[in-house]
T-cell receptor, first 112, second 113 residues
């Protein structure tokens, strides 16, 4: 089944404790991206990757890191999480560019 | 500056009637527009798209209209069904396989039986 998977689905952590949210796709997509969804703000792009070893900032990259060492994986790293990073996070992928992206199920993060 | 605007946070319609969701954009470089549907506890799913070379695209009960001069697009759902109740996001991207997709804040549609 073609899909985008994210792990974990739910995470509670404390301020400053490094965490990684994994994202994997099995569709051989070139493009991958991370978004956060907050009430009243819609979906905002954090980082995106056009291909392996090619990443770039989205609209809200502060406090996040990403890497794209393999085509299928695009982990999101929070080196020192803060409460304002409490949010619902979505990973997405597409064949090319930003059109018609396929989204993962989401990761709900709570930073205390 | 919000480049893609969905000014109605919510919309309620009766089953069988038409639902019209609206979206405005400010960036004239946008040339590809999409609608995504999102159910609670799930990721957004692609619904329908339209290129700027068209003014209408239809897929079953869903039709998207684009008015480039007004920088406005709308999604029509006819007839509306209770299963259509979800949050709908409008999104836009620039020319030629752009790197970024800009989303609106979403409109929550409720279809009442």
């Amino acid at each position: 089944e073609a899909q985008v998977t994210q792990n974990p689905r739910y995470l509670i952590t404390v301020t400053g404790k490094k965490l990684t949210v994994t994202c994997s796709q099995n569709m051989n997509h070139e493009y991958m991206s991370w978004y956060r969804q907050d009430p009243g703000l819609g979906l905002r792009q954090i980082y995106y990757s056009m291909n392996v070893e090619v990443t770039d900032k989205g609209d809200v990259p502060e406090g996040y890191k990403v890497s794209r060492k393999e085509k299928r994986n695009f982990p999101l790293i929070l080196e020192s999480p803060s409460p304002n990073q409490t949010s619902l996070y979505f990973c997405a992928s597409s064949f090319w560019g930003a059109e018609t992206q396929y989204f993962g199920p989401g990761t709900r993060l709570l930073v205390l | 500056d919000q480049q893609v605007k969905q000014n109605s946070p919510s919309l309620s319609v009766q089953e069988g009637r038409i639902s019209i969701l609206n979206c405005d954009y400010t960036n004239s470089m946008f040339d590809y527009f999409l609608w995504y549907k999102k159910y609670p506890a799930e990721g957004p799913t692609f619904l329908i798209s339209i290129s700027s070379i068209k003014d209408k695209n239809e897929d079953g009960r869903f039709t998207v209209f684009l008015n480039k001069s007004a920088k406005h697009l709308s999604l029509h759902i006819v007839p509306s069904q209770p299963g259509d109740s979800a949050v709908y996001f409008c999104a836009a991207s620039g020319r030629g396989g752009s790197e970024k997709l800009v989303f609106g804040k979403g409109t929550k549609l409720t279809v009442n039986p």
